[in-house]
């Protein structure tokens, strides 16, 4: 009876999780450049009463084993790394990366971040920096007086000086991407961070060896879809609910073996 109520413990625990990891996708819904997550499941230990091919008699063996599984549990959770949609903006320093690769972002302890956050903006100084200040990598500084921006599709960024009618280059956006996406660490704020399962940045010109384009006066939506993840929680509580229906059955054969044995 303990096992039975262990195993359903632990479904309890494992779907509790899934709907933690559900509600943060919903939560972040309109967060830019949001990737959402699915959680992964894995069974626990079996318990081997019977190996399969003993010996039943001297001359046959058992077909099949008698083995009894112990739960369940969240072995991890895995970042779904689809393109989000395209959202057209007036701000010209937004942009997007349509395609593979990360922005980079510098931190105030000296380590590089990264995000598929890029809604930037001018710092007092000039820089192009992120909503909480941490500057673009490498730096690219607007001058003060600039009449126009502009960033290709391959990271050029160019401006237009109050009084001159061509263009001139202040500086090249490269964008980082990774052997194994999935494996960075997120930070918070938008910002992923490099570990030993996501291997070292690969950076390059966007546009150039698989790296994505860069698309301004746009940004990157989340890749939640809601009526996806709303058919995951109502799923979610069926399961929870079926393993609570379990405790409660093994709790009423219980009182049964004490009340009457």
């Known amino acids: 009876m303990s096992s039975a109520l262990h195993t359903a413990r632990s479904g309890l625990d494992a779907q509790d999780m899934r709907m933690r990891v559900i509600s943060n996708n919903l939560a972040n819904v309109n967060t830019t450049g949001f990737k959402r997550d699915r959680a992964e499941f894995q069974s626990l230990m079996y318990q081997n009463y019977r190996q399969a091919g003993a010996n039943s008699e001297q001359s046959t063996q058992y077909a099949t084993g008698l083995n009894v599984g112990t739960g369940v549990r969240i072995v991890g959770t895995e970042r779904i790394n689809t393109q989000g949609s395209m959202q057209s903006t007036d701000n010209p320093t937004d942009m997007a990366i349509n395609g593979a690769g990360y922005f980079q972002v510098l931190k105030p302890d000296g380590t590089i971040t990264y995000t598929r956050d890029g809604s930037f903006t001018v710092s007092a100084e000039g820089l192009l920096v992120t909503n909480d200040g941490y500057p673009l990598q490498p730096d690219i500084t607007v001058p003060e007086g600039a009449r126009s921006l502009t960033i290709g599709k391959d990271g050029t960024v160019s401006i237009v000086n109050a009084g001159d009618s061509s263009p001139s280059q202040i500086g090249q956006i490269q964008v980082a991407n990774f052997l194994n996406p999935a494996g960075l660490q997120p930070l918070g704020d938008n910002l992923f961070a490099e570990t030993a399962a996501s291997g070292a940045p690969i950076v390059g010109t966007p546009g150039v060896d698989g790296l994505g384009e860069i ?31 379990v405790i409660s059955t093994v709790d009423g054969m219980m009182q049964y073996v004490t009340q009457n044995l």
């Open 215 to 245: 698309n301004q006066n746009m940004l990157e939506t989340s890749n939640v879809n809601m009526v996806e993840e709303m058919v995951n929680m109502i799923e979610t509580q069926r399961a929870y609910e079926v393993n609570s229906k």
